[in-house]
């Protein structure tokens, strides 16, 4: 009999890892219920260890709302020590909030260094609550880890019996257990009741040991900022993030990636005075086309990205120039 996959797993917390109060506490769980270790997590669900040698590491305990841009550089830092102490870990599972499990997946697609298959996963329902996916979505994470055809395709997020790829993956539902889609591509894959991995295609993009982001020793990023884009809209918030210090400022525009007269004005104004400004959409599917004024202007464009992952991508472009034209450069490989 062969021997059991070896997959290192690292807690951070989220809902995967929060206990509610009782079976039907659903959604208040993250106020009242108590957030575990990573060791609790994987002692409720034992069918894991008839499959797999679990390897816990504890990283952080909190919901994915509270996680900053320094947890971000802790993580990858954390990641990449472990694999390279551990040479027999044929995978990473990483159990995270879903709130934010599209940014830190995002992030460490275009920043981790490592060669073995990094999953991301969560859950819409708690550990204890009725119906939860926290069991099988941990059970079917572990099998992407160590499933050889997820190699080299960068970072992964894996719910519902879905693979997704980290660039492409966002949360539509509140509630929903089939909370996470790739809009504009769909899934690389799944993983089906027999514990099959079957990966149907592969992400084009650069990622991983492919990219030019190396954060090993960074303490911090580039300041950020999205300003949302509505009706009526005027500049006060782009000009509030230009005074609180934003090194760039992603404009989630009306779709297809427009704001409102005063607005654009405050905007052109912004990037002419040296701020990067990233147009976005938050229409959430198509490439943003780029704009003959706003081009003049300095305005890099973010292809298909959504907002928070273009705010990911330009902090880690500011990282390594402020020339826009690079930076566009940038939109296009990543």
């Not at 769909?186 to 295609?201: E, F, K, N, Q, S």
């Not at 990233?278 to 959430?284: A, E, I, K, P, T």
Request: charged share 20%.
């Amino acid at each position: 009999m062969s021997a059991r996959p070896c997959i290192a797993v690292i807690g951070t917390g989220g809902s995967i890892s929060t206990m509610g109060r009782h079976s039907l506490d659903l959604y208040e769980y993250n106020r009242f219920g108590r957030t575990v270790e990573v060791e609790e997590l994987l002692a409720r669900f034992p069918e894991l260890t008839d499959q797999f040698e679990l390897r816990p590491f504890r990283f952080s305990a909190i919901v994915s709302i509270a996680m900053g841009v320094d947890d971000w550089l802790s993580l990858n830092r954390k990641i990449t020590e472990v694999v390279r102490a551990e040479p027999q870990v044929a995978g990473v599972i990483v159990p995270h909030g879903t709130s934010a499990i599209e940014e830190t997946a995002y992030f460490l697609h275009l920043t981790l260094k490592v060669r073995v298959p990094v999953v991301i996963v969560g859950s819409q329902r708690p550990p204890n609550g009725l119906g939860t996916d926290a069991g099988i979505n941990l059970l079917n994470a572990a099998r992407v880890a160590a499933a050889p055809s997820a190699a080299d395709l960068g970072v992964l997020v894996a719910l519902n019996d879905e693979i997704h790829s980290a660039r492409e993956v966002t949360k539509i539902s509140n509630h929903k257990v089939s909370a996470f889609s790739s809009i504009d591509s769909g899934p690389l894959g799944y993983v089906d009741p027999d514990g099959a991995v079957t990966i149907y295609r592969r992400p084009t993009r650069r990622h991983t040991a492919d990219t030019e982001f190396d954060v090993a020793t960074f303490g911090t990023l580039p300041r950020v900022d999205i300003v949302y884009s509505h009706v009526g809209a005027d500049g006060g918030l782009v000009d509030a993030a230009v005074a609180l210090g934003a090194k760039a400022i992603v404009m989630a525009g009306m779709p297809p990636g427009l704001e409102p007269p005063a607005q654009l004005e405050s905007m052109i104004s912004a990037s002419q005075s040296g701020v990067l400004v990233v147009q976005s959409s938050r229409g959430g599917s198509g490439r943003v086309l780029p704009r003959r004024r706003e081009l003049d202007a300095g305005v890099v464009f973010a292809d298909n990205l959504n907002p928070q992952k273009s705010r990911v991508l330009a902090m880690l472009g500011l990282s390594v120039t402020s020339e826009p034209e690079s930076i566009r450069r940038m939109f296009r490989e990543y």
